[in-house]
């Protein structure tokens, strides 16, 4: 089974090609995958990596983590499941309207 490692501290200008190669050091990488903003495109700083052989992900975690890359000290732990999201996320009630004012939030008067 393969090992899914999570990979923070990475600058914002990294790739996932650079992200293989930095791991590909210790042994075979079978997908690396960088988080990028939603609506920007910009990376968040963090991805993921996935090495098909548990001891050479446990190497590659031992020796990457807290090294420098780039500028930035690496964060490097093995990734946790994702937990499945509660609530409804963005949206919702943001305030400011209803209530007293009229519906118009922010105290507009007319």
Do not use: C, H
């Not at 293989?20 to 990488?29: D, E, I, K, S």
């Amino acid at each position: 089974m393969s090992k899914r490692i999570y990979v923070g501290g990475l600058p914002f200008t990294t790739t996932e090609a650079e992200m293989n190669t930095l791991f590909a050091t210790y042994g075979q990488v079978t997908s690396a995958k960088l988080i990028t903003d939603r609506e920007s495109g910009q990376s968040r700083g963090f991805g993921f990596i996935e090495m098909p052989n548990d001891a050479e992900a446990a190497t590659a975690m031992e020796k990457l983590n807290g090294t420098d890359f780039g500028g930035r000290k690496l964060t490097i732990n093995e990734a946790r499941p994702m937990e499945a999201r509660t609530g409804g996320g963005r949206g919702g009630d943001r305030g400011g309207r209803g209530g007293d004012r009229g519906g118009y939030g922010g105290g507009n008067k007319w």
